[in-house]
């Protein structure tokens, strides 16, 4: 299912720059955005990035972090969602080492989140990735947060109250309850602190050549929460500009920082197209695919059936060598 957004009302401003993040950083006043969300190079060799030392590629991202301390507002927050970084087959969990940086700045971590998605690369020498972070900061205690934005139906909106003086009334909020931090998408949206939204791989509707592409959804959730209408959002590694179509399709105004040309002309053909309404997209509120027993792609190949029949009995002769009665009568219990 595709959604085209079609009756958009009135959408922010926006601005995308083609330059050097931390060049464009240092022209941009102080206190300027209420929401910095972004997914900064992993330092994996992606054709947008040099691949260097651990330890330098943090030095590079600190300077950066620096000036986008100094641009957030009193009442900000800063959504930086990472993965892994890989030498040699070992891996290092970017998070652990970006939140000393963020804590050296003073900023406080609200909720560590995970963002669970099915699909990618299959691994042959460790468990495959299926997940990676999205670390929530706040720069003061006084930030925003709209709670009723996000709010999700209660699971017993029945429950009464059953002592002191509203002991008979609905215990709960008429406009549903407080969210935990792992959401699911639908029903389970909010329940817990994963969120479980596709990747953007090939099969999927907002797919551009750009190789780590942010799905539009997992922007909406930080916008509608940590921002206001009227708010400047802030992208200093925008890409195709996922973020700034999430801001700005919800009346927040926006500002890209991407250093590739090709990849700024693409997110203005995708701003372009939200604005007329063709700008292809997964809803927010869209389930997860689960493919039904009866389609091809979920049956055992025929192979694999013999190849585990072959391995059964290997197996069974390995472990009983001397007693095949023995052997009959395991499988049989089975």
Same mark, same amino acid.
């Given at each position: 299912?595709?959604?085209?957004?079609?009756?958009?009302?009135?959408?922010?401003?926006?601005?995308?720059?083609?330059?050097?993040?931390?060049?464009?950083?240092?022209?941009?006043?102080?206190?300027?955005?209420?929401?910095?969300?972004?997914?900064?190079?992993?330092?994996?060799?992606?054709?947008?990035?040099?691949?260097?030392?651990?330890?330098?590629?943090?030095?590079?991202?600190?300077?950066?972090?620096?000036?986008?301390?100094?641009?957030?507002?009193?009442?900000?927050?800063?959504?930086?969602?990472?993965?892994?970084?890989?030498?040699?087959?070992?891996?290092?969990?970017?998070?652990?080492?970006?939140?000393?940086?963020?804590?050296?700045?003073?900023?406080?971590?609200?909720?560590?989140?995970?963002?669970?998605?099915?699909?990618?690369?299959?691994?042959?020498?460790?468990?495959?990735?299926?997940?990676?972070?999205?670390?929530?900061?706040?720069?003061?205690?006084?930030?925003?947060?709209?709670?009723? #934005?996000? !709010? +999700?139906?209660?699971?017993?909106? @029945? &429950? *009464?109250?059953?002592?002191?003086?509203?002991?008979?009334?609905?215990?709960?909020?008429?406009?549903?309850?407080?969210?935990?931090?792992?959401?699911?998408?639908?029903?389970?949206?909010?329940?817990?602190?994963?969120?479980?939204?596709?990747?953007?791989?090939?099969?999927?509707?907002?797919?551009?050549?750009?190789?780590?592409?942010?799905?539009?959804?997992?922007?909406?959730?930080?916008?509608?929460?940590?921002?206001?209408?009227?708010?400047?959002?802030?992208?200093?590694?925008?890409?195709?500009?996922?973020?700034?179509?999430?801001?700005?399709?919800?009346?927040?105004?926006?500002?890209?920082?991407?250093?590739?040309?090709?990849?700024?002309?693409?997110? #203005?053909? !995708? +701003?372009?197209?939200?604005?007329? @309404? &063709? *700008?292809?997209?997964?809803?927010?509120?869209?389930?997860?695919?689960?493919?039904?027993?009866?389609?091809?792609?979920?049956?055992?190949?025929?192979?694999?059936?013999?190849?585990?029949?072959?391995?059964?009995?290997?197996?069974?002769?390995?472990?009983?060598?001397?007693?095949?009665?023995?052997?009959?009568?395991?499988?049989?219990?089975?």
């Amino acid at each position: 299912m595709l959604q085209l957004f079609k009756q958009i009302v009135k959408t922010g401003s926006y601005d995308i720059k083609n330059g050097e993040c931390l060049d464009t950083l240092r022209n941009i006043e102080s206190g300027k955005f209420d929401l910095i969300v972004t997914s900064p190079p992993y330092n994996v060799g992606k054709e947008y990035e040099t691949k260097t030392s651990i330890e330098k590629y943090l030095e590079t991202q600190e300077e950066i972090i620096d000036e986008l301390v100094r641009t957030l507002s009193g009442k900000g927050n800063l959504c930086w969602q990472v993965g892994n970084y890989v030498d040699r087959g070992e891996i290092f969990p970017l998070d652990i080492y970006y939140y000393q940086i963020f804590k050296k700045h003073g900023l406080k971590l609200r909720n560590r989140i995970i963002w669970h998605f099915g699909h990618g690369l299959h691994a042959s020498n460790r468990f495959s990735g299926r997940y990676e972070t999205l670390l929530w900061f706040s720069k003061t205690d006084d930030y925003i947060f709209n709670l009723d #934005e996000v !709010r +999700i139906p209660s699971k017993y909106p @029945g &429950k *009464l109250h059953f002592k002191g003086p509203n002991r008979g009334k609905p215990s709960g909020n008429p406009l549903g309850k407080n969210p935990s931090d792992i959401w699911e998408v639908m029903e389970q949206d909010w329940e817990k602190a994963m969120w479980n939204i596709p990747n953007v791989k090939n099969n999927h509707p907002e797919k551009t050549p750009h190789p780590c592409q942010f799905p539009i959804e997992l922007v909406e959730r930080c916008v509608l929460a940590l921002s206001n209408e009227g708010s400047w959002v802030l992208d200093p590694f925008a890409g195709v500009c996922s973020t700034v179509i999430g801001a700005i399709m919800h009346n927040r105004n926006a500002l890209g920082i991407e250093r590739e040309k090709e990849y700024c002309k693409i997110a #203005e053909d !995708r +701003i372009h197209d939200l604005k007329e @309404g &063709k *700008l292809k997209m997964r809803p927010m509120t869209q389930t997860i695919h689960v493919p039904s027993p009866n389609d091809k792609i979920t049956k055992v190949p025929t192979e694999w059936v013999e190849q585990s029949a072959l391995f059964e009995k290997s197996n069974q002769r390995r472990l009983f060598p001397n007693n095949e009665n023995n052997a009959k009568v395991l499988t049989s219990k089975r």
